[in-house]
């Protein structure tokens, strides 16, 4: 197992009890039970949370998620304001977001429209993805015939989310649960995608976690609910649009410029040894910093400030 490699002390905040901190994202209660998350600017890479921070990434991933919950206004979401808490770091202003409690569901929401990443690994072993037959022919970076639900299970820090068929996942939850999240998955992937897509990027994959709000009036149904963020470059795959091609790696508006750092020479780091990766130089930042924020002004055609 591994996981941060400076795990940091939270901040305390009047009125605010720590719950957890994880990769990205700092999550407490307020005093009328509400969740507040808090989006700072680690990053994490090959399951491990990098000693160095990316300027801006948290309000980057914070704004991005608000901009893509209106697009997808026809499914709830457990945003309730990004009011600052009183007595809260200065630095919380942009970042944050005081959200509804909800009960989770344990699985990881994934959406494919694209062959790629753990997707891509599986097909070329069995022409499969989660278990799902693919047509031959297919390489890296080709588009699919038809946008595919993938689930996985959510890992702790550290730990790998694990692939699943889809099966399994309604063994876990409940088919009846497992066809609404399916299907709220799918509409929402290809919602977004289209957005993207008029905007010169291609969504290649995303995924999403729901909870169940039961915050209604008593014998209320409980109402499934879209969580923590959506559609960002660290929960998704950007890819631009006008330099797409099947066969190789596709540039993409993510962390994948720090992934291939850590795997080249110039880091020095064996992704298979027991060290921890080093600290990332100032280039690299700015270079992963700039595809964030580039994502950011190409998805919602607002000048980063």
């Not at 977001?97 to 097909?123: D, H, N, T």
Request: net charge negative; with cysteine; hydrophobic share 35%.
């Amino acid at each position: 197992m591994t996981g941060f490699v400076e795990k940091p002390e939270p901040a305390q905040v009047p009125g605010l009890v720590h719950l957890h901190t994880g990769k990205v994202r700092d999550l407490y209660r307020n005093e009328d039970g509400d969740l507040v998350m808090v989006a700072s600017d680690r990053i994490s890479a090959f399951d491990w949370v990098l000693p160095t921070a990316i300027p801006d990434k948290g309000r980057v991933l914070t704004r991005l998620s608000l901009w893509w919950f209106e697009q997808l206004e026809d499914l709830p979401n457990h945003v309730l304001s990004t009011d600052v808490p009183a007595g809260a770091p200065a630095d919380w202003e942009g970042r944050t977001m005081v959200c509804r409690p909800l009960r989770m569901i344990p699985v990881e929401c994934v959406a494919r429209g694209y062959l790629a990443g753990s997707g891509l690994a599986e097909y070329e072993q069995d022409q499969t993805v989660c278990g799902l037959a693919l047509p031959p022919g297919l390489e890296n970076g080709s588009e699919l015939p038809g946008s595919v639900f993938t689930p996985a299970t959510k890992a702790e820090v550290g730990e790998h989310d694990e692939n699943v068929s889809y099966e399994e996942m309604a063994r876990q939850v409940g088919p009846e649960t497992a066809t609404t999240l399916r299907q709220c998955t799918l509409a929402a992937y290809d919602r977004a995608r289209d957005i993207a897509r008029e905007r010169g990027i291609i969504l290649a994959d995303t995924k999403f976690e729901f909870g169940w709000d039961e915050t209604g009036e008593a014998g209320s149904e409980p109402v499934l609910t879209l969580a923590d963020e959506v559609l960002t470059p660290d929960s998704s795959r950007f890819w631009p649009a006008d330099t797409w091609q099947p066969g190789r790696a596709q540039p993409s508006f993510d962390k994948q410029y720090v992934r291939d750092w850590l795997t080249s020479p110039a880091s020095g780091w064996d992704r298979n040894g027991e060290q921890p990766p080093p600290a990332l130089p100032d280039e690299v930042v700015e270079a992963t910093r700039a595809r964030y924020i580039e994502a950011y002004e190409r998805l919602t055609g607002v000048p980063w400030s």
